[in-house]
């Protein structure tokens, strides 16, 4: 049975104040689960990172610290602040806020006190000190709809840290803004924290943004998907301020990839060749990357200085790709067995290479074969439509088949990744006014 339980105070630097074991999590039915087994415990004093991909289950294992949301099984403790009313355990960041439109700067960030019951002179002298804090001074009456997106996430900032947690958790806070304004708010954020003017005692970052995480952290938890688990952990200690360029900054960001790519424990490192290779059913997630993402990436391993075995980081600061992009490409790429990925390098196969040589037409035929090999969900699509008469199919049909293996916004995700892969291979058409699809045009 899953509890949630509050620890008494720490009576001293570097005690623990969150404890969270073996937590696991599934939506729905049990078959996938999204967090499995994880283990997470955060100190007095301490900015640990948590990284992982897109899906993995940072944002539910965030919310189940909150406890925003239940575990399946497993413990969560947080501890509180008795004495100190106004004092919460966590409070979180989101990744942009839904900010109040017709309430000023200082009403929304009173917001996070109100349900605390906070008298109204404390309320306010503390909203307005977190807004001072935060850079916002000046702002306090104006409207959200007079704030830039940077200045509406520094409201979304006072916000959480107007509560004085214990925790300050943040889900990707810097994502949804342009790169100039989120390395400013990091910069500033990490002054304060080092300062160590923020009403806070640790803070927990997720994010899929392995150099933001080598900037700001000490401590960096990666998780792996499917399901979501911590697979390792990398202490970072550098001394702030770091430096992008600095060899040893490069030396991390080079060892969190080789972690990220690293096969899971407990799977064997030797056998026969297709077990280097992620194993698919029909009810697996299939992230979306276009071919246009997969044709550049083989194009760019295969060319000199790389010809075909190219360091992950380096390939994808070269084609401008983000972890969440990278890897979800690394991944089809081994799903359609055009690369082999491993301790942080991208190794093309020999249909790798062949592909990458190829003109427009051998590639699609390439391909075309590999998906259907490859792919089952390509496969029973294609197998589908040969057998009906009309020779066409709805989506819906292939979407409630999905279902059965995951959530819905999976399942779509899912759909529109085999109907970009089938379209560029020629396998089957697909007509998004009928949303249907059908044998129309494939060679
Ligand atoms: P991340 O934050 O790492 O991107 P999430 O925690 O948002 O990952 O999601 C992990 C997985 O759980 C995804 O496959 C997502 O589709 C699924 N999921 C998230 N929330 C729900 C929900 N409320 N119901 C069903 N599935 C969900
Ligand atoms: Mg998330």
Redesign the pocket.
Known sequence: MATITTLPTPSHAGEVLLAAEDVKKY??DDRSP?LEMVTVELRDGEFVALL????????????TIAGLITPTAGTVMVSDMPGDAAAHGVSMVFQSFALFPWLTVLENVQLGLEALGVPEPEMRKRSLQAIDLIGLDGFESAYPRELSGGMRQRVGFARALVVHPNILLM??PFSALDVLTAETLRSDFLDLWGEGQLPIKAVLL?T?NIEEAVQMCDRLLI?S?NP?RVASEIPIDLPQPRHTQDPRFRALIERVYVEMTARPRGEPRTGPKAERFPGTGIGT?LTHVSSNVLTGLLEAVNEPPYNGKADLPVIAEEQHLEVDELFPAAEALQLLRFAEVEGGDMKLTEAGLQFAHGETDDRKKLFARHLITYVPLAAHVRRVLDERASHTAPKSRFFDELEDY?????AEQTLRTIISWGRYAEVFAYDDNRQAFSLENPA
């Open positions: 939506y729905g999204v992982g991909p897109s899906g993995s289950g940072k944002s539910t294992l965030l919310r889900d990707e997720v899929h998780f998907s979501g997630v995951m959530a819905e916004d999976a």
